[in-house]
C-alpha cells in the first residue's frame, strides 16, 4: 500500500514538472530572439555586400555588434550592414555629414571611404518611410532646434556647451533612430519598455519617469507586473494584446499607438477623442453627459464647469483632475 502511494506522489511530481517545462518553453517560443538563437545559421542571411565588413568586425573590432545584429529583424530579413552604412544615395550624404557635424562625431573611422558612422532617420526611411514620415512631424523630430531656444547649456554662440552631455546628449534623437531602437539589435520588446523613455523623460526638469512609476497606479502595476508581460509581436497587433493582458499602460500605449511615431498624436489633445476613453469609458461618458446636459455626471465626480473648460480650453478633462496618471 505504502508502495502505491510513493508511485502516486512520483506520478503527480513528474506531471507538475512536465507542465511546467511546457510552460517555460511556450514562453520562450513566443520570443523571437529564441526563434533567432536557436538555430542562427539557418536564420541569419549574410548578403555578398557585408561579407567585406564581416573581415574586420565580426571578431576583431566589434564583435559584439554582429552579435546583436544577428539577433535582428534586419538579420532575418537580410538588410546588412551595407544597406545603412554604405549603400547611401549622394543627396542624402550631404545631410550625413552636417549631422555628423553638428553631433560632433567623426563621420567614418573605416578604411573604406565610402563607410558612413552616422545613421540619421533619412537612411531608416529607406525602408520605414511611414515611420519617418511620422516621426518628423513630432516633438522628437524637432528636439534639437528646440532644445536651442533653451539659454541653459548653450554657450555665447548659442551652441550646446557639451555636445555629447547634458542636454544635447536627449535632444539628439532629431538625428537618431537608436535612441530608442538601440543599435544593432534594434528591438522592439526594448523601445516599447517605459525604460527607454525614462533615458531622457527623467531627472529633475523633466521627471515624467519618476512620476509614472511612484506616483501613478499606473507606473505600480508595471513595476510588479512588467516583467510577466509580452513586449515582441507587430505593432499591428501587439497593442491589443497588451491591452488585453497587461491591465495598464505604458509609455507608449497612449502616446504612441499602434506604432505610431508621432508623439504628438491627435487623440491626446482632441477632447472629443479621450486618449483614456479606450481603457475608462464610463468615465468619458460621464464628462460627455455632463457638457451636454449642463450637469454634475451620475457620480458627481465631472462638475459641468470644468468638463466645459476642458472642451473649450482643448484639453481632454481627464488630465484636469488626473495630471500625473
Not at 118 to 133: I, S
Not at 146 to 157: F, R, T
Amino acid at each position: 500500500m505504502e508502495g502505491v502511494k510513493m508511485e502516486k506522489r512520483y506520478y503527480i511530481l513528474a506531471v507538475f514538472l512536465m507542465a511546467m517545462f511546457g510552460a517555460v518553453f511556450y514562453i520562450c517560443w513566443q520570443s523571437e530572439t529564441f526563434h533567432r538563437l536557436a538555430d542562427p545559421e539557418e536564420r541569419v542571411v549574410i548578403t555578398e555586400g557585408m561579407k567585406v565588413c564581416l573581415d574586420c568586425h565580426e571578431q576583431k573590432y566589434t564583435p559584439f555588434v554582429f552579435q546583436n545584429w544577428r539577433q535582428s529583424k534586419h538579420a532575418f530579413k537580410g538588410v546588412g550592414c551595407d544597406e545603412c552604412h554604405i549603400n547611401i544615395d549622394e543627396t542624402i550624404r550631404g545631410e550625413i555629414a552636417e549631422v555628423a557635424k553638428i553631433r560632433g562625431i567623426d563621420d567614418s573611422k573605416c578604411d573604406m571611404k565610402n563607410v558612413i558612422n552616422v545613421v540619421p532617420p533619412r537612411v531608416c526611411a529607406k525602408c520605414h518611410k511611414k515611420q519617418n514620415d511620422e516621426f518628423i512631424k513630432s516633438k522628437h523630430g524637432k528636439a534639437w532646434n528646440s532644445g536651442l531656444q533653451n539659454h541653459i547649456n548653450l554657450d555665447k554662440d548659442g551652441k550646446f556647451i557639451n555636445i555629447k552631455k547634458d542636454c544635447a546628449s536627449c535632444h539628439q534623437i532629431e538625428f537618431k533612430c537608436n535612441t530608442c531602437h538601440v543599435m544593432h539589435k534594434f528591438s522592439l520588446e526594448e523601445a516599447r519598455r517605459p525604460e527607454a523613455c525614462g533615458k531622457c523623460h527623467s531627472g529633475n526638469r523633466h521627471p515624467q519617469m519618476e512620476k509614472y512609476l511612484n506616483n501613478t497606479r499606473h507606473g505600480l502595476t508595471y513595476k510588479s507586473e512588467g516583467n510577466k508581460w509580452q513586449w515582441n509581436g507587430s505593432s499591428e497587433n501587439w497593442q491589443k494584446n497588451f491591452e488585453e493582458n497587461a491591465h495598464t499602460p505604458v509609455c507608449v500605449t497612449c502616446h504612441m499607438p499602434q506604432g505610431m511615431h508621432d508623439v504628438q498624436h491627435p487623440d491626446i489633445k482632441d477632447p472629443n477623442k479621450f486618449v483614456c476613453s479606450r481603457c475608462h469609458v464610463r468615465r468619458d461618458e460621464e464628462a460627455m453627459h455632463a457638457i451636454e446636459h449642463k450637469s454634475e455626471g451620475r457620480l458627481g465626480k465631472y462638475p459641468y464647469e470644468i468638463a466645459k473648460r476642458a472642451k473649450e480650453g482643448g484639453i481632454p478633462s481627464c488630465i484636469i483632475c488626473h495630471p500625473g496618471d
